[in-house]
């Protein structure tokens, strides 16, 4: 399996933890009835959850990176630091294959996108409540990434 699609993995499975933890509080809160949660405290909570879901990709993908450096590194441990060194970078280049891969990947993630925020619109000329098109649109944008990795790393295998 390439550097690649192993990113890539890492990145999706984020990215449904974070769908599947989002999902699990809206539920609750939706269930729950509670009238003192409007639209202000839905978008708070929206923003607090894209903050913690940039901060755990981040450090998701710092130990990866460290991971895969210390497994590159045990596999080649009879050659020398410099030699290592160079294995790993020449791992982890991207090359044109990786940039049309990915700039698919996300056309069909925005398609997704739009069409998300196109059904959110309607809801609101169907007299759905601001909070359900909000959480429509969260959500479009949620599935869109994670559609957008199980893309890319089908291209990978196509490929």
Known sequence: MSYQEKRTITSTVSGIVMLIAYSIF???KYNSDDTN?????????????????????IIIQIVFH???SISIAIREHERDDKE????IKAEIVEDER???IEMKAARISFMLTGIGFMISLFLVVFNYSA??????????FLIGSILEGFIQI??????
């Open 66 to 68: 460290i991971l895969l």
């Open 98 to 100: 990786d940039n049309i």
């Open 26 to 28: 809206a539920i609750s």
């Open 154 to 159: 089908y291209y990978y295998r196509k490929s």
């Open 37 to 57: 949660f409007d639209l202000k405290d839905w978008a708070t909570t929206m923003l607090i959850f894209i903050g913690i879901g940039i901060v755990a990709i």
């Open 131 to 140: 909070i359900t098109m909000l959480n429509t649109i969260f959500f479009s």
């Open 84 to 87: 290592i060194e160079k294995r």
